[in-house]
Nanobody, 121 residues
């Protein structure tokens, strides 16, 4: 059974930084691709960044240059370093995983429970 657990969310002021962590267990398929989604109230869940098992990364335009995704395969962990945070970054952030050959699909991804990030002005 796949289990993903996020940590590190919280309240931060505009321009501040936060680091999210995701711990994974029970992933039965090899070399999973992992990513971070976020969902703000009234908005759809959006993919903000993902990283392959080999370390290839991709970011949404809204976070490029401010967020850095990384992973430690030996620890089954993934991270999101968020800098220069803006009020628009306020959302619940979700860790997600998928088979490396599959497309990102909200209905088929594996999900963590989410962690709240609030950026105050």
């Amino acid at each position: 059974q796949v289990q993903l657990a996020e940590s590190g969310g919280g309240l931060v002021q505009v321009g501040g930084s936060l680091r999210l962590s995701c711990s994974a267990s029970g992933i039965g398929f090899s070399r999973p691709t992992m990513g971070w989604y976020r969902q703000a109230p009234g908005n759809q869940r959006e993919l903000v960044a993902f990283i392959t098992h080999d370390g290839i990364t991709k970011y949404s335009d809204s976070v490029k240059g401010r967020f850095t995704i990384s992973r430690d395969n030996a620890k089954n962990a993934m991270y999101l370093q968020m800098s220069n945070l803006k009020p628009g970054d306020t959302a619940v952030y979700y860790c997600a995983a998928k088979d490396r050959f599959a497309q990102w699909d909200i209905d088929r991804n594996y999900w963590g429970q989410g962690t709240q990030v609030t950026v105050s002005s």
